[in-house]
């Protein structure tokens, strides 16, 4: 069982930053994929960026440029900096881990784990 725990959502203003944190307990594997999702009211969950154990990243291709995924491979912690926010960015995000890879596609039925959630909120 693989528990994950999301931090650092909050409410910016339009063009502000925000870095979100995911921290993986209970796997101790090298192989792995970790994600970040979004979901707003209404909409279906939508694949923000992905990272592989190894260092190999994914980002849906609107949100290239403002959003960047990292890891810190020791903590098992995934990150997400996201800058220049828009309106349209405030969803609840949500952090995936899937015992897969090298690739690590965005689809989200390959990721068996899932956060809590974090919400992040943009105003005008």
């Known amino acids: 069982q693989v528990q994950l725990v999301e931090s650092g959502g909050g409410s910016v203003q339009f063009g502000g930053s925000l870095r979100l944190s995911c921290a993986a307990h209970g796997y101790t594997g090298r192989d792995y994929c970790m994600a970040w999702f979004r979901q707003a009211p209404e909409k279906e969950r939508e694949g923000v960026a992905t990272?592989?154990?190894?260092?190999?990243?994914l980002y849906a291709d609107s949100l290239k440029g403002r959003f960047t995924i990292s890891q810190d491979n020791a903590k098992r912690t995934v990150y997400l900096q996201m800058n220049s926010l828009k309106p349209d960015d405030a969803a609840m995000y949500y952090c995936?881990?899937?015992?897969?890879?090298?690739?690590?596609?965005?689809?989200?039925?390959?990721?068996?784990?899932w956060g809590q959630g974090t919400q992040v909120t943009v105003s005008s």
């Open positions: 990272i592989h154990s190894y260092g190999t990243t």
């Open positions: 995936g881990f899937w015992a897969g890879g090298p690739n690590c596609p965005l689809n989200r039925l390959l990721y068996s784990f």
